[in-house]
């Protein structure tokens, strides 16, 4: 007899387009014995949909590289349609933007193939029936409806109702061990916001802390994190002149390249010391500063992709290498190396 017998059997999904890794994690447990039910096995995400319109399906364990459709995008759609199916991505491809996308649309957790085994697969299957349990009885569940209230607070600097959302949810919680997961989530929710690169370093430097602390049901340090966050936002709402818009966007579509000030006031149809001024009072920095930022921006993207730190700096339109290595340091309080290690140190929350 099952040790779930007086439990509602879950029905799992399985999405890969290879069939030896569907066979691969079929083999791994003995499902029922352990509370889950194999009700389907998809070859793509479009087969996957199908199945999902049709069939009753709790949890979808998903690949990440398919063909037509990814699963970062599957797994939104899922989220999207069927807010109740909890989900978690297999895969062989250990790339930070996947994960984060695939965990801000919902799933719980990604995991990279090569390590999953029948340990670790119960351990997970666990988290996600803990997750169901959770969400039906109102728990802590970053939901996509919640995640859209946090950001129209956030987006109008309303950081007391944004904070009084997350104490509500924490405090509620019937299950503690669902905090932890809410937490990871909750990190990378604060993550999702493209604000600035000194915004980004402070979230990454307060990681640790913050998952912590939030897995515990303390929301002191995200209560802060989201003051922040508000404040910032209060700024970027802000509207800007065509003339500061125009700049802008040269600066966004040719960041790569050795753009002036009098190439921007060119574009803008001004005169360059108009526009300085203008562009100081509109955004609270010099063009200098503004255009620095954005080659940042890039540079964080490419540091996140594994790019040597050499190309990173010439293809973001830097002087030259040890200039980045000086104004990386100078505007973000970290060195690329040390961006890259915060960045590693988050992965690792996501496996604990």
């Keep these: 007899m099952s040790l779930f017998s007086g439990q509602r059997m879950l029905d799992v999904m399985i999405v890969d387009d290879e069939p030896r890794s569907i066979d691969f994690i079929c083999s791994l447990i003995d ?10 096995a998809a070859g793509s995400a479009r087969q996957a949909l199908a199945i999902l319109a049709s069939s009753h399906i709790d949890i979808v364990l998903f690949d990440v590289m398919m063909p037509d459709i990814t699963g970062d995008v599957l797994s939104g759609m899922i989220h999207s349609q069927y807010p109740g199916i909890a989900m978690a991505a297999l895969s062989s491809y250990d790339d930070y933007d996947y994960v984060r996308e695939v965990l801000l649309n919902g799933a719980a957790d990604y995991i990279l193939k ?29 939901t996509r409806e919640r995640m859209d209230k946090f950001r129209s607070f956030i987006g109008n600097g309303d950081a ?28 990378d929710f604060l993550l999702s916001f493209d604000i600035s690169t000194g915004y980004e370093i ?13 897995g515990n049901g303390d929301f002191g340090i995200a209560s802060e994190a989201i003051a922040h966050l508000s404040e ?8 800007k002149s065509q003339i500061v818009s125009s700049a802008i966007k040269l600066m966004v579509n040719g960041y790569a390249m050795n753009i002036t000030l ?27 500063e503004y255009l620095t930022e954005v080659r940042l921006a890039n540079a964080f993207i490419m540091l996140k992709k594994g790019h040597n730190l050499k190309s990173v700096a010439f293809d973001c339109g830097f002087k030259d290498y040890g200039y980045f290595l000086k104004v990386f340091k100078k505007k973000t309080g970290v060195t690329p190396l040390e961006y890259i290690s915060l960045l590693e140190k988050v992965k690792n929350l996501h496996k604990h």
């Design 31 to 40: 499902w029922e014995a352990n509370g889950f039910r194999l009700a389907a």
């Design 114 to 142: 090569h390590r999953l085994d029948s340990r670790h697969l119960i351990a997970l299957l666990d988290r996600l029936r803990n997750a169901i349990r959770s969400s039906e009885s109102g728990d802590a569940v970053l």
């Design 160 to 187: 007391a109702s944004a904070q009084e959302m997350l104490r509500s949810i924490v405090s509620s919680v019937s299950d503690p061990a669902s905090l932890p997961s809410f937490a990871v989530s909750f990190l």
């Design 202 to 214: 402070y979230i990454l430097s307060n990681a640790e802390r913050m998952v912590g602390s939030l």
């Design 232 to 239: 910032l936002s209060r700024g970027i709402g802000r509207p």
């Design 262 to 288: 009098d190439d921007a006031a060119g574009v803008a149809g001004t005169n360059p010391a108009y526009l300085s001024r203008v562009f100081h009072s509109e955004t609270g920095c010099t063009f200098i």
